[in-house]
């Protein structure tokens, strides 16, 4: 009989706890973005702090930055780039595990959503407006050393495996152009998934008589979401399981190392990508470590540490690993950019940046001190998008707290009810003034 540890077994139910929330019922109309308000997608960036010093432009001419080294590859897309500082949190002092980089506060909230990261309160405000199978994907490679930024009531679980979020979100998806007239390579697939999920719910039924009430309770949100994916794909077929039109394209299977998280990460986005472009999600995350730790392999640049404890509180002198690492971090940040660029609309709306709006987000503002007094964002949308932007760039210093830029978020994605998210205290429940272009 094949042994099963309980490590194994908890990273295989967090994989599908993830899945579960992805395949929520469909909805059934697309939203529209109001005139000024183009984005119909959102992509969240997730990072954990960085040092102040390394982030901040070099010098600022009215609002237009001079990129330090290590946030230089924005220069790339500069045009579409606004970034963000000094915007205070509702609870300065919290630092590791604190909820408040994507939830406008931290765990003392309460309300009727609870803790609820701004992504799944978007999901949430328009449900019956969008008509994408998943509601919205959440990935991230080596994410289990500490809590997550993505909360709904309780934890969230990215999907760590790059070989699961591409079964997950493209089994069943027919491209825009079959390879042949007849091909049923999609149906073949849907046929195999199928076999796979029956046969993984025989194997995981087997355990029950060894978990515990927790462990139990898991393992059934896990078969449930088997189930619940196995509807969907079933019912998905007939129309093409998502197609978006002229941009869609299935990504390649993904190959590597994929226990490099990094390259894992990179193998994220073009699923990612995949998925926008066949308008399979408009909502996707993606979590780079956890609070705690995030393992850094990466010898083309000459760097192999662990974030937190190697870079952000070791022996760097004058931060020149984390430079090397928030350097190649935002590279990634401009690749997805371009990939995004690089595809058309199927509507002929121009390429899937200019609807589509990017936001870094980051738990902390400034990492070594563990404090959240100034929080850091790096915001990008395309031509005619919902940013106001210029030719070299945008840099804005303010006081606001933080959480406004999430209602910008929201703003953009067409969400202007807010109650539910955030600081029930705060005042000015309203989009950060000066960032859209409207």
Not at 60 to 86: C, N, Q, R, W, Y
Not at 212 to 225: A, I, P, V
Not at 279 to 291: L, M, V
Not at 348 to 376: I, Y
Request: proline share 6%; net charge neutral; with cysteine.
């Amino acid at each position: 009989m094949r042994s099963h540890s309980r490590r194994n077994f908890l990273k295989g139910v967090g994989a599908s706890l993830g899945a579960s929330l992805l395949f929520s019922p469909f909805y059934d109309s697309i939203a529209n973005a109001a005139p000024g308000r183009k984005p119909k997608r959102l992509l969240i960036f997730f990072t954990m702090g960085t040092a102040p010093e390394v982030w901040k432009p070099t010098s600022v001419s009215g609002e237009t930055p001079t990129f330090s080294e290590a946030t230089s590859p924005l220069a790339e897309v500069k045009e579409h780039i606004v970034m963000l500082d000094g915007l205070p949190s509702a609870s300065p002092g919290n630092n590791h595990g604190s909820a408040d980089g994507l939830t406008g506060m931290g765990y003392h909230s309460n309300g009727p959503y609870g803790l609820i990261s701004v992504d799944q309160f978007i999901v949430e405000k328009l449900k019956g407006s969008l008509a994408t199978p998943i509601p919205s994907l959440l990935l991230g490679a080596d994410t289990s050393g500490g809590k997550t930024g993505f909360y709904k009531n309780t934890n969230l679980v990215p999907i760590g495996s790059p070989m699961s979020a591409y079964s997950t979100v493209f089994s069943g998806v027919t491209p825009s152009t079959p390879t042949t007239p007849n091909d049923t390579s999609a149906e073949d697939r849907l046929r195999r998934r199928k076999s796979i999920l029956d046969n993984l719910k025989g194997e995981i039924t087997s355990l029950k008589g060894n978990l515990g009430n927790e462990q139990k309770y898991k393992l059934d949100l896990h078969l449930e979401s088997i189930r619940q994916i196995e509807q969907r794909l079933s019912t998905s077929m007939p129309g093409g399981g998502g197609g978006g039109g002229g941009a869609c394209t299935v990504p390649t299977s993904p190959s590597g190392d994929m226990t490099n998280a990094m390259k894992a990460n990179q193998l994220h986005l073009d699923i990612i990508v995949g998925a926008f472009a066949c308008d399979i999600t408009r909502i996707a995350s993606i979590q780079w470590g956890s609070d705690q730790m995030m393992n850094v392999n990466l010898p083309e640049i000459g760097l192999a540490d662990e974030e937190h404890n190697g870079l952000i509180h070791g022996n760097d002198p004058g931060h020149a690993k984390l430079i090397k690492l928030e350097k190649w971090l935002h590279e990634q940040f401009v690749g997805v950019i371009k990939k995004l660029k690089e595809l058309p609309e199927a509507d002929g709306s121009g390429s899937l940046f200019d609807n589509t709006l990017v936001a870094w987000c980051r738990d902390m503002g400034d990492a070594p001190a563990h404090t959240q007094n100034e929080m850091k964002f790096v915001l990008a949308s395309g031509n005619g998008g919902y940013l106001k932007t210029a030719p070299g760039g945008r840099f804005i210093q303010s006081k606001e707290r933080h959480e406004r830029v999430l209602l910008s978020l929201c703003d953009a994605m067409g969400v202007t009810d807010y109650a539910g998210f955030g600081d029930p205290a705060l005042s000015a429940k309203s989009p950060l003034p000066g960032l859209a272009a409207t």
